[in-house]
């Protein structure tokens, strides 16, 4: 996904690793590519478009964060 790769670009660290579909997975958050090009994916989730975009960008905020 689109959004994995983002984060792993823009991370602070030298190495980060990003991980899907785990630890309690609660529906498909599409990036914006996904919504673009509807799938059913994009079509069964409940959550809003960009939502994907604005979760990696908190996340690059929080490691860049924890690395000080």
């Not at 983002?6 to 529906?27: A, I, L, Q």
């Not at 990036?31 to 989730?45: H, K, L, P, R």
Request: proline share 4%.
């Amino acid at each position: 996904d689109s959004t994995s790769v983002y984060v792993e670009e823009h991370s602070p660290y030298k190495m980060t690793m990003t991980f899907g579909y785990s630890n309690g997975y609660r529906g498909y958050i599409p990036s914006a590519y996904g919504w673009e090009y509807t799938c059913y994916e994009s079509d069964a989730t409940w959550f809003e478009p960009g939502i994907g975009e604005q979760i990696a960008e908190q996340f690059i905020s929080m490691l860049k964060e924890m690395k000080g």
